[in-house]
């Protein structure tokens, strides 16, 4: 595995959620996915009963996920954060709240996608599904992707970068 790959797995398992996408009778379309990786492998849940799954499975897809709306910090899992101060915790609003750690980051990985059946340990690593989907019982449906190609992108807003490239 690449030092790329590497880093974008790592990066995504400090988010829980991301999106998928690929076209549905010529149409693109994206949407909300849990995702888990296990052995370098993403394996997604979605709802069944929108029928993405079945334009996803044996297509190429890209599923990307990010902390774009968050602000967590890519130092440090969430729960080292401190809450309630609003300084260099990633907890206050937008960029200029955020320390010389805070990074925002997005990865996309793009392969094929196939349908799968989870172990039970990979259940667990779930955890529990949402009862509801747009106002329907959520229906858990898997994919795994195996990636193929892999992207992370990175915002950098620390005070240092911008005086550098202020005059």
């Known amino acids: 595995m690449s030092t790329e790959e590497t880093r974008a797995i790592d990066l995504l398992r ?3 959620y991301g999106r998928i996408a690929t076209s549905m009778r010529a149409l693109p379309f994206v949407a909300p996915a849990r995702h888990i990786v296990v052995d370098g492998r993403v394996i ?3 709802h069944a009963g929108l029928g993405y ?3 996803c499975a044996g297509s190429v897809v890209a599923y990307g996920a990010d902390n774009l ?3 967590e910090p ?3 899992p969430k729960s080292t954060a401190t809450s309630g101060t609003g300084t260099g915790t990633g907890t206050g609003p937008g960029p200029a709240r955020q320390s010389a750690a805070t990074r925002l980051w997005s990865v996309q ?3 094929t ?3 799968v059946t989870p172990t039970p340990a990979e ?3 779930f955890g529990p599904a949402p009862r509801r989907m747009d106002g329907e019982d959520f229906i858990p449906v898997y994919l795994r992707i195996e990636p193929q190609f892999v992207t992370v992108h990175s915002l950098d807003y620390s005070a240092e970068r911008h005086l550098r490239h202020a005059a």
């Open 14 to 16: 400090r988010v829980s």
């Open 44 to 46: 997604l849940r979605i």
């Open 53 to 55: 799954h079945e334009a």
């Open 69 to 71: 709306c968050a602000g």
């Open 74 to 76: 890519a130092a440090a």
């Open 109 to 111: 990985f793009t392969g």
């Open 113 to 115: 996608a196939e349908p």
């Open 123 to 125: 259940l667990d690593l």
